[in-house]
């Protein structure tokens, strides 16, 4: 069946650091691809979606591309911050159906 | 804007005993979902309904049951708590359509079972 991989369970940055969360998927046809990002004590809030090939979305400093050839969509920011500390999920929207798979999450830490 | 309640936010049970939860979701969605979030495992789909009175399994639906009467709540029953499971139970909610549509969460039922 469809997967999501991601690869970091944690990342611990200080501010103003360059970020990188890897995401891998696996599924037939052009999957939704999605972030969210969960604080404590709160459900997964959206973050933003690709929907085709070379598709960049992005939303609060954050980006990510869908790459078929390389089934990713890594997240990116250029300088996290403090408030930024949160876990992170990569999504995916099975192909002509109504299931959404999530990876495993990357909390992320960041220290002043 | 909308917003997806979920009763209760605290469930501690009994090895053994059955325990429902509870979700309500006033954004007038037609598709609703339970994910089951476990530490270092993500959230792994427990059952899913496309509309009212429909029911589909997800990757982790043994031991549990789902009943959606009406569009707006979805419950979803522990059928027999397992002695010390630890879990957060979210709710979420989309737009009819397809997967591509943004999920709308619940901010969760934590379940101890003792």
């Known amino acids: 069946g469809d997967s999501v991989t991601q690869t970091e369970g944690q990342v611990a940055l200080s501010e103003e650091d360059f970020l990188t969360i890897h995401c891998n998927y696996s599924?037939?046809?052009?999957?939704?691809l999605f972030w969210y990002v969960q604080y404590p004590g709160e459900g997964p809030q959206f973050l933003f979606r690709?929907?085709?090939?070379?598709e960049k979305g992005s939303s609060r400093g954050f980006e990510a591309t869908y790459d078929k050839g390389t089934t990713s969509f890594h997240l990116r920011k250029a300088s996290v911050q403090e408030s930024d500390s949160a876990v992170y999920y990569c999504?995916?929207?099975?192909?002509?159906?109504?299931?959404?798979?999530f990876g495993k999450g990357t909390h992320l830490h960041v220290l002043p | 804007g909308g917003i997806i309640t979920q009763t209760p936010k605290f469930l501690i049970g009994q090895e053994g005993q059955k325990l429902t939860l509870k979700c309500q979701q006033n954004?007038?969605?037609?598709?609703m979902y339970w994910y089951r979030q476990d530490s270092g495992k993500g959230l792994r789909l427990i059952y899913y309904?496309?509309?009212?009175?429909?029911?589909q399994k997800g990757d982790l639906s043994e031991g549990y049951d789902a009943s959606r009467e009406k569009k707006s709540s979805f419950s979803l029953t522990v059928t027999s708590a397992q002695k010390n499971e630890m879990a957060v139970f979210l709710c979420?909610?989309?737009?009819?359509?397809?997967?591509?549509?943004?999920?709308?969460f619940g901010s969760g039922t934590r379940l101890t079972v003792l």
């Open positions: 979420a909610s989309s737009l009819a359509g397809t997967s591509a549509e943004t999920l709308y």
């Open positions: 599924a037939s046809g052009y999957p939704a």
């Open positions: 690709a929907s085709r090939d070379k």
């Open positions: 999504a995916l929207g099975e192909t002509n159906a109504y299931k959404v798979i």
């Open positions: 954004f007038n969605h037609d598709t």
């Open positions: 309904s496309i509309t009212e009175n429909d029911l």
